[in-house]
């Protein structure tokens, strides 16, 4: 069993930054691969960012936030990042971190991790 703990989350202008944080324990840490989702009002979850060992490291981004989001971890701390910059009001959500075993078609899937946090709110405004 894995619990993960997510924290960061806020009110942030157009433009500013935010650093989402993701706390896991349970399992090692260093063997799964971790993720980052989202959720707006209305809309179904949507991948955003994960990272995996697997072959050396793997990270892949949506479309949506590359160049802007970027996701890192720090094994000695089972903690997974999610530093967002030039954020923009269409970023609003609730951020979920995940984490699992997902193959490597199935990395960008919710369906793909076992272990989900409880969210945490991030509201950009205009």
């Known amino acids: 069993q894995v619990e993960l703990t997510e924290s960061g989350g806020g009110l942030v202008q157009a433009g500013g930054s935010l650093r989402l944080s993701c706390a896991a324990s349970?399992?090692?840490?260093?063997?799964?691969?971790m993720a980052w989702f989202r959720q707006a009002p209305g809309k179904e979850r949507e991948f955003v960012a994960a990272?995996?060992?697997?072959?050396?490291?793997?990270?892949h981004y949506a479309d949506s936030v590359k160049g802007r989001f970027t996701i890192s971890r720090d094994n000695a701390k089972n903690t997974v990042y999610l530093q967002m910059n030039s954020l923009k009001p269409e970023d609003t959500a609730v951020y979920y971190c995940?984490?699992?075993?997902?193959?490597?078609?199935?990395?960008?899937?919710?369906?793909?991790?076992?272990?989900w946090g409880q969210g945490t709110q991030v509201t950009v405004s205009s």
């Open positions: 990272h995996n060992w697997r072959s050396g490291i793997n990270i």
């Open positions: 349970g399992r090692t840490f260093s063997s799964l691969t």
């Open positions: 995940a984490a699992g075993n997902p193959v490597l078609t199935y990395v960008r899937n919710q369906q793909g991790y076992t272990f």
